[in-house]
């Protein structure tokens, strides 16, 4: 091995890590999630019941959690919804943990992605 394919694997690995950390924040989070902001937006109309009825329960209560990170961090992200004041019903400290996690999540996921098809590309052409 070369030390360009070194140094890729390397980053791909400390990729992999860092979403698997967030997806570990994310599965605490999801138990940390303030119960007014749940009653208050979980329930028609700003969701349909088979949205609801989806979105309740393994495994998709995560992806709920992952939505609601999002709007909590990112008000403005909840606007077609009706949800951008939903930030006022959770802790600070939960809103700026969400917007962190969230941030981080799409950046490293899309370095995950470009990461993986330049090691792809890499593969097929000089191995």
């Known amino acids: 091995m070369n030390l360009t394919l070194d140094i890729i ?6 990729l ?6 967030i997806l570990l924040l994310t ?3 999801h138990f940390l999630m303030p ?3 749940l ?16 979105l309740t329960g393994f495994p998709f209560g995560y992806i709920r959690t992952s939505m609601f990170m ?12 009706g949800m951008e004041n939903a930030y006022k019903l959770a802790p600070v400290w939960y809103c700026t943990l969400s917007k962190y ?8 996921f899309s370095l995950f992605i470009l990461i993986t098809v330049i ?3 890499y593969m097929l052409l000089y191995e």
């Not at 992999?16 to 950390?21: R, Y």
């Not at 999002?70 to 919804?81: M, W």
């Not at 996690?101 to 490293?108: A, K, L, S, Y």
């Open 35 to 37: 119960r007014n902001v």
């Open 39 to 54: 009653k208050t937006y979980f329930k028609e109309p700003y969701f349909k019941l088979g949205e609801i009825a989806m």
């Open 27 to 29: 599965i605490i989070m």
């Open 119 to 121: 090691l792809s590309v």
């Open 101 to 108: 996690i969230t941030v981080f999540f799409v950046v490293g």
């Open 70 to 81: 999002g709007v909590l961090g990112f008000p403005a992200s909840g606007k077609k919804r």
């Open 9 to 14: 694997l390397a980053i791909f690995i400390v």
């Open 16 to 21: 992999l890590a860092g979403l698997t950390l």
